[in-house]
T-cell receptor, first 114, second 115 residues
Framework: KAGVTQTPRYLIKTRGQQVTLSCSPI?????VSWYQQTPGQGLQFLFE???????NKGNFPGRFSGRQFSNSRSEMNVSTLELGDSALYLC?????????????FGPGTRLTVL | AQTVTQSQPEMSVQEAETVTLSCTYD???????LFWYKQPPSRQMILVIR??????QNATENRFSVNFQKAAKSFSLKISDSQLGDAAMYFC????????????FGQGTTLQVKP
């Protein structure tokens, strides 16, 4: 089985722009979670999508949004980029989004905001 | 709110020796899951070991084992016979026992393995 894939792997944007990141889960997985990883704040949960519905949301401003498609692929969007949005964005998929389901992580998208 | 704390930013161990990484957490829930994830440099994060809070027996996966102290809210990871490939950042994580894909992570511990 193919693992979780994320595109693009690297991205450079300027302040004020918007960006869309994509995550393709493992085939058959219905839950996709997104995390932001920075040296200062560590790994922080952004949101989770299950069966095309946002099921959980972290403490991030409304500039961060996401969606999930019928094939479970997910996208996250960040509008009006700020310097502090520079981070590694990780997505993880699991079978049914239950606590006892193992989450499989993608390689991440490295976003740099100039 | 649930929190996870890893108080050791960096640890080092000699190859073939044993090392223990510490993790404490805070929660008012009685049922939950705890995890250790490994993130090698420039590689994908992978699950090392998982512990269900309702199970008293400590989880073990080959050279990796945990010491789960529920009353003390402590969840340490022991790596035996350390190998060079164990060098990575290790994250302790918590999840409520429910239909959720939300993990709460600690700050991470960077483990260096010396040959």
């Amino acid at each position: 089985k193919a693992g979780v894939t994320q595109t693009p792997r690297y991205l450079i944007k300027t302040r004020g722009q918007q960006v869309t990141l994509s995550c393709s889960p493992i085939s058959g997985h219905r839950s996709v979670s997104w995390y932001q990883q920075t040296p200062g704040q560590g790994l922080q949960f952004l949101f989770e999508y299950f069966s095309e519905t946002q099921r959980n949301k972290g403490n991030f401003p409304g500039r961060f949004s996401g969606r999930q498609f019928s094939n479970s692929r997910s996208e996250m969007n960040v509008s009006t980029l700020e310097l502090g949005d520079s981070a590694l964005y990780l997505c993880a998929s699991s079978l049914a989004g239950r606590s006892d389901n193992e989450q499989f992580f993608g390689p991440g998208t490295r976003l740099t905001v100039l | 709110a649930q929190t996870v704390t890893q108080s050791q930013p960096e640890m080092s161990v000699q190859e073939a020796e044993t090392v223990t990484l510490s993790c404490t957490y805070d929660t008012s829930e009685s049922d939950y899951y705890l995890f250790w994830y490994k993130q090698p440099p420039s590689r994908q994060m992978i699950l090392v070991i998982r512990q269900e809070a309702y199970k008293q027996q400590n989880a073990t996966e080959n050279r990796f084992s945990v010491n789960f102290q529920k009353a003390a809210k402590s969840f340490s990871l022991k790596i035996s016979d350390s190998q060079l490939g164990d060098a990575a950042m290790y994250f302790c994580a918590y999840s409520r026992s429910s239909n959720t894909g939300k993990l709460i992570f600690g700050q991470g511990t960077t483990l260096q393995v010396k040959p």
